[in-house]
């Protein structure tokens, strides 16, 4: 029997370095910083329901111990595995409202900027959905001997360097671009490695699933309204009525999109004028894999990636997935965006 090549993310990744002479291995071996951190809480996350760390934050167990919530545990290991490999000079976090400065020999003289969700769609975890982890890197603009600024984190994701996400699914993947294509890794618990399983994802142009959470219809500009009618009317050429799917997780609901083709819709509300999702470590990583990817991300106004940020957990409109249903959606977004009540 032919034995498949196996290919692990750390040989795929020193097969990319190789390719820039010039390359330090720095990014390299942040990845690899990710990828135990990765692994670390993929663990955490299989046993939840069995060594009780799931509920709320704060809440007491039955051993009398204070239950940490797992997001916050995701959050503690990124960052101790960031910190500990001194391959990153900051972090932003989802978890932490400011900026944190790594000061460990080494770190503080690194180039690399880390935006990290550690553990989004947090509300799924006691339910057993799947939920993720999303990252950016950016390079610092400041002098390695000086602090790390505001300016140097609050940077356009068209300056990232690279982003991905891991999902822990029915199987835990491990999904990135570095620029050149978006890659996927499935890990093989029986080696501990995350193997290439997805080698260079293109999202199809056209799909025939639109996520949004419809329970805020009431509250979406007439033009979102437009659109989702649009995606339930019969036509056989277009392929709808398109199937409305949506898990409450981001990195769930992209995901499927992205193989499969689709659109994901997170719109400006009358509550959340901006919408609910993160610019800094959701909707710039996520739209820097989508357009390696082929596909689009925008506000419904604007490239996410053009966007200068202005502060650190800003948030805005996300639509984003196959290009040809993203276009579609913008062009009613915008021929039609007036807020109804
Ligand atoms: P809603 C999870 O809490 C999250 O941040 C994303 O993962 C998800 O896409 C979104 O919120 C769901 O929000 O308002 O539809 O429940």
């Not at 490999?85 to 900027?113: F, T, V």
């Not at 690279?162 to 999904?175: E, P, R, W």
């Not at 033009?223 to 036509?235: A, F, L, Q, T």
């Amino acid at each position: 029997m032919k034995t498949k090549k196996v290919t692990t993310i750390s040989q795929f990744i020193s097969e990319q370095q190789m390719q820039f002479p010039d390359a330090t291995g720095d990014l390299s071996k942040l990845f690899l910083d990710i990828i135990i951190a990765a692994k670390i809480v993929n663990r955490d996350i299989r046993k939840a329901g069995l060594v009780d760390i799931l509920g709320t934050h704060g809440s007491i167990n039955v051993q009398g111990e204070e239950v940490k919530k797992l997001d916050v545990i995701a959050n503690e290991e990124y960052i101790a595995a960031l910190s500990l490999g001194g391959d990153c000079c900051a972090i932003l976090s989802e978890e932490n409202e400011d900026i944190i400065r790594i000061k460990n020999p080494g770190s503080n003289k690194s180039k690399y900027i880390i935006a990290i969700d550690p553990l989004d769609g947090s509300s799924n975890i006691d339910v057993n959905a799947s939920i993720g982890t999303i990252f950016s890197i950016y390079k610092r603009f400041s002098d390695v001997h000086d602090e790390v600024t505001m300016d140097d984190c609050l940077q356009k994701g068209e300056n990232q360097i690279a982003a991905g996400y891991i999902i822990y699914g029915s199987s835990t993947m491990l999904v990135y671009s570095t620029g050149n294509g978006v890659n996927g890794f499935t890990l093989d618990s029986s080696i501990g490695e995350f193997c290439l399983s997805h080698p260079n994802i293109k999202i199809p142009e056209k799909g025939s699933i639109y996520s949004i959470n419809e329970g805020n219809y009431n509250e979406f500009p007439d033009g979102v309204k437009n659109y989702i009618s649009y995606c339930k009317e019969n036509d056989k050429s277009t392929k709808r009525p398109y199937s409305a799917r949506y898990i409450g997780s981001l990195i769930a609901d992209f995901h499927r999109n992205l193989l499969r083709g689709g659109i994901f819709i997170y719109p400006p509300t009358v509550k959340s004028p901006n919408g609910k999702l993160r610019l800094m470590y959701e909707c710039n990583p996520l739209a820097f894999i989508a357009e390696q990817a082929g596909g689009i991300a925008s506000t419904g106004n604007e490239r996410i990636l053009e966007i200068i940020p202005e502060k650190l957990h800003q948030r805005v409109p996300l639509f984003t997935g196959s290009k040809e249903m993203v276009e579609q959606a913008i062009e009613m977004y915008q021929s039609n965006s007036v807020q109804s009540i």
